[in-house]
Protein backbone atom coordinates (compact mmCIF):
# COMPACT_ATOMS: atom_id res chain seq x y z
CA UNK A 1 0.00 0.00 0.00
CA UNK A 2 1.57 3.65 -1.03
CA UNK A 3 0.84 6.94 0.22
CA UNK A 4 -1.69 8.43 -1.40
CA UNK A 5 -2.16 12.00 0.01
CA UNK A 6 -3.39 13.20 -3.86
CA UNK A 7 -7.03 13.58 -3.10
CA UNK A 8 -6.00 14.65 0.66
CA UNK A 9 -4.44 17.46 -1.06
CA UNK A 10 -6.42 18.13 -4.53
CA UNK A 11 -9.60 18.72 -2.14
CA UNK A 12 -8.07 21.39 0.06
CA UNK A 13 -7.00 25.41 0.01
CA UNK A 14 -3.87 25.12 2.44
CA UNK A 15 -4.48 28.93 1.99
CA UNK A 16 -7.44 29.20 3.51
CA UNK A 17 -8.05 25.99 5.52
CA UNK A 18 -5.87 25.35 8.92
CA UNK A 19 -5.45 22.01 8.33
CA UNK A 20 -2.04 20.32 7.76
CA UNK A 21 -0.55 19.98 4.76
CA UNK A 22 1.28 16.96 5.35
CA UNK A 23 4.85 17.99 4.48
CA UNK A 24 6.54 15.33 6.58
CA UNK A 25 5.35 12.27 5.04
CA UNK A 26 8.38 10.31 5.93
CA UNK A 27 8.98 11.65 9.18
CA UNK A 28 7.55 8.71 11.62
CA UNK A 29 9.81 5.73 10.71
CA UNK A 30 11.06 4.61 14.23
CA UNK A 31 10.35 2.14 17.04
CA UNK A 32 7.46 3.80 18.65
CA UNK A 33 3.58 2.29 18.25
CA UNK A 34 1.91 4.06 15.65
CA UNK A 35 -1.05 6.17 16.39
CA UNK A 36 -4.67 6.21 16.02
CA UNK A 37 -7.02 9.43 16.57
CA UNK A 38 -10.73 9.42 16.28
CA UNK A 39 -11.67 12.97 15.33
CA UNK A 40 -15.21 14.42 16.05
CA UNK A 41 -16.82 16.47 12.99
CA UNK A 42 -19.24 18.38 13.13
CA UNK A 43 -19.96 19.08 9.52
CA UNK A 44 -23.01 18.89 7.54
CA UNK A 45 -23.98 15.35 9.42
CA UNK A 46 -22.24 14.83 12.35
CA UNK A 47 -19.82 11.91 12.37
CA UNK A 48 -16.51 10.62 13.89
CA UNK A 49 -13.83 9.81 12.00
CA UNK A 50 -11.26 6.80 12.57
CA UNK A 51 -8.07 7.29 11.69
CA UNK A 52 -5.04 4.23 11.88
CA UNK A 53 -1.55 5.30 11.40
CA UNK A 54 -0.69 2.68 8.30
CA UNK A 55 2.80 3.22 6.20
CA UNK A 56 3.14 6.76 6.73
CA UNK A 57 -0.74 8.03 6.29
CA UNK A 58 -3.50 7.91 8.53
CA UNK A 59 -6.15 5.17 6.76
CA UNK A 60 -9.27 7.01 7.47
CA UNK A 61 -12.96 6.04 8.30
CA UNK A 62 -16.27 7.94 9.06
CA UNK A 63 -18.54 6.37 11.29
CA UNK A 64 -22.00 8.22 11.26
CA UNK A 65 -22.63 6.62 15.26
CA UNK A 66 -19.15 6.76 16.39
CA UNK A 67 -17.42 3.76 18.43
CA UNK A 68 -18.59 1.19 20.64
CA UNK A 69 -17.66 -0.17 23.67
CA UNK A 70 -20.57 -3.45 23.11
CA UNK A 71 -19.10 -6.22 20.94
CA UNK A 72 -23.40 -6.47 19.71
CA UNK A 73 -22.46 -2.88 18.06
CA UNK A 74 -21.74 -2.75 14.67
CA UNK A 75 -21.01 0.40 13.47
CA UNK A 76 -20.89 1.22 9.85
CA UNK A 77 -17.47 2.95 8.74
CA UNK A 78 -17.00 4.35 5.18
CA UNK A 79 -13.67 4.42 4.21
CA UNK A 80 -12.37 8.46 3.37
CA UNK A 81 -9.45 9.32 1.78
CA UNK A 82 -6.24 8.80 3.42
CA UNK A 83 -4.87 11.83 5.71
CA UNK A 84 -1.49 12.80 6.54
CA UNK A 85 0.29 11.65 9.92
CA UNK A 86 0.01 15.05 11.31
CA UNK A 87 -4.17 14.92 11.05
CA UNK A 88 -4.20 13.48 14.33
CA UNK A 89 -3.46 16.43 16.42
CA UNK A 90 -5.79 18.59 13.98
CA UNK A 91 -8.65 20.33 16.63
CA UNK A 92 -10.04 23.61 14.96
CA UNK A 93 -12.48 24.71 12.40
CA UNK A 94 -12.99 23.97 8.81
CA UNK A 95 -13.59 27.81 6.99
CA UNK A 96 -17.38 27.54 5.44
CA UNK A 97 -17.18 26.97 1.58
CA UNK A 98 -13.88 24.09 2.31
CA UNK A 99 -14.49 20.33 2.05
CA UNK A 100 -15.45 19.30 5.35
CA UNK A 101 -16.79 22.49 6.61
CA UNK A 102 -17.08 22.47 10.47
CA UNK A 103 -15.39 21.72 13.56
CA UNK A 104 -12.67 19.06 14.14
CA UNK A 105 -12.23 17.58 18.04
CA UNK A 106 -9.87 15.24 18.53
CA UNK A 107 -12.47 13.19 20.75
CA UNK A 108 -9.76 10.21 21.08
CA UNK A 109 -5.92 9.44 20.20
CA UNK A 110 -3.20 6.65 21.66
CA UNK A 111 -1.18 3.87 20.30
CA UNK A 112 -2.46 0.77 18.62
CA UNK A 113 -1.12 -2.45 18.06
CA UNK A 114 -1.93 -4.66 15.11
CA UNK A 115 -3.64 -8.18 16.02
CA UNK A 116 -4.39 -9.11 12.96
CA UNK A 117 -3.50 -12.69 12.56
CA UNK A 118 -4.36 -15.66 10.15
CA UNK A 119 -3.13 -19.67 11.29
CA UNK A 120 -1.38 -17.63 13.93
CA UNK A 121 1.11 -15.28 11.95
CA UNK A 122 0.63 -11.61 11.82
CA UNK A 123 -0.69 -10.08 9.08
CA UNK A 124 0.84 -6.78 8.47
CA UNK A 125 -1.59 -3.90 8.22
CA UNK A 126 -1.32 -2.73 4.81
CA UNK A 127 -2.12 -6.36 3.34
CA UNK A 128 -4.96 -6.70 6.43
CA UNK A 129 -6.51 -3.64 4.76
CA UNK A 130 -5.98 -4.63 1.24
CA UNK A 131 -7.67 -8.12 2.01
CA UNK A 132 -11.10 -6.27 3.99
CA UNK A 133 -9.74 -7.44 7.39
CA UNK A 134 -8.10 -6.06 10.84
CA UNK A 135 -7.92 -6.39 14.44
CA UNK A 136 -6.01 -3.48 16.53
CA UNK A 137 -5.70 -3.47 20.22
CA UNK A 138 -6.20 0.31 21.12
CA UNK A 139 -4.31 2.07 23.99
CA UNK A 140 -6.60 5.65 23.78
CA UNK A 141 -8.00 7.11 26.72
CA UNK A 142 -11.56 6.28 26.31
CA UNK A 143 -10.92 3.47 23.71
CA UNK A 144 -9.30 0.44 24.96
CA UNK A 145 -8.89 -2.92 23.85
CA UNK A 146 -9.42 -4.95 20.75
CA UNK A 147 -11.38 -3.48 17.92
CA UNK A 148 -12.07 -4.97 14.13
CA UNK A 149 -12.98 -3.49 11.30
CA UNK A 150 -14.45 -5.67 8.06
CA UNK A 151 -15.37 -4.75 4.87
CA UNK A 152 -18.80 -5.98 4.17
CA UNK A 153 -19.36 -4.15 0.45
CA UNK A 154 -16.39 -2.99 -1.93
CA UNK A 155 -18.43 -1.66 -5.05
CA UNK A 156 -18.50 2.21 -5.49
CA UNK A 157 -20.17 2.37 -1.80
CA UNK A 158 -17.37 0.61 -0.04
CA UNK A 159 -18.45 -0.17 3.46
CA UNK A 160 -16.75 -1.66 6.27
CA UNK A 161 -17.97 -2.55 10.08
CA UNK A 162 -16.45 -1.61 13.31
CA UNK A 163 -17.11 -3.99 15.83
CA UNK A 164 -15.69 -4.32 20.02
CA UNK A 165 -13.85 -7.66 20.17
CA UNK A 166 -15.05 -9.46 23.45
CA UNK A 167 -12.32 -8.78 25.71
CA UNK A 168 -11.84 -7.38 29.11
CA UNK A 169 -12.06 -3.95 27.83
CA UNK A 170 -15.49 -4.55 26.80
CA UNK A 171 -18.39 -2.33 28.15
CA UNK A 172 -21.94 -2.67 27.11
CA UNK A 173 -23.31 -0.21 29.41
CA UNK A 174 -20.41 2.65 29.07
CA UNK A 175 -21.14 4.74 25.83
CA UNK A 176 -18.07 7.16 25.91
CA UNK A 177 -19.64 8.72 22.57
CA UNK A 178 -22.29 10.08 24.50
CA UNK A 179 -21.09 10.75 28.28
CA UNK A 180 -17.65 11.21 27.19
CA UNK A 181 -17.80 14.02 24.42
CA UNK A 182 -14.96 16.39 25.41
CA UNK A 183 -11.51 16.69 23.24
CA UNK A 184 -8.61 14.74 24.62
CA UNK A 185 -6.18 17.51 23.73
CA UNK A 186 -7.81 20.18 25.08
CA UNK A 187 -10.56 19.47 27.55
CA UNK A 188 -13.16 21.38 25.25
CA UNK A 189 -16.21 20.81 23.70
CA UNK A 190 -17.59 20.76 19.85
CA UNK A 191 -19.19 24.01 20.93
CA UNK A 192 -16.00 25.43 22.43
CA UNK A 193 -14.08 24.61 19.95
CA UNK A 194 -16.34 26.03 17.22
CA UNK A 195 -16.22 29.13 19.10
CA UNK A 196 -12.45 29.41 19.29
CA UNK A 197 -12.66 29.10 23.04
CA UNK A 198 -9.60 27.93 24.51
CA UNK A 199 -9.59 25.66 27.71
CA UNK A 200 -5.93 25.33 28.28
MN1 LIG B 1 -14.91 13.86 8.54
Not at 87 to 94: A, K, L, S
Not at 164 to 188: C, F, H, I, N
Amino acid sequence: MTRSLGEYERRRDFRRTAEPQGRKRAARRDRSEPHFVVQQHDTSRLHYDFRLEVDGVMKSWAIPKGPSLDPRDKRLARPTEDHPLEYRDFEGTIPEGEYGAGTVVVWDTGTFRNMTERRGEQIPLGSALAHGHVAVWLEGSKLRGGFALTRIRSDRDESWLLVKMDDDEADARRKPVRSEPKSVLTGRTLEEVSAGSDAR
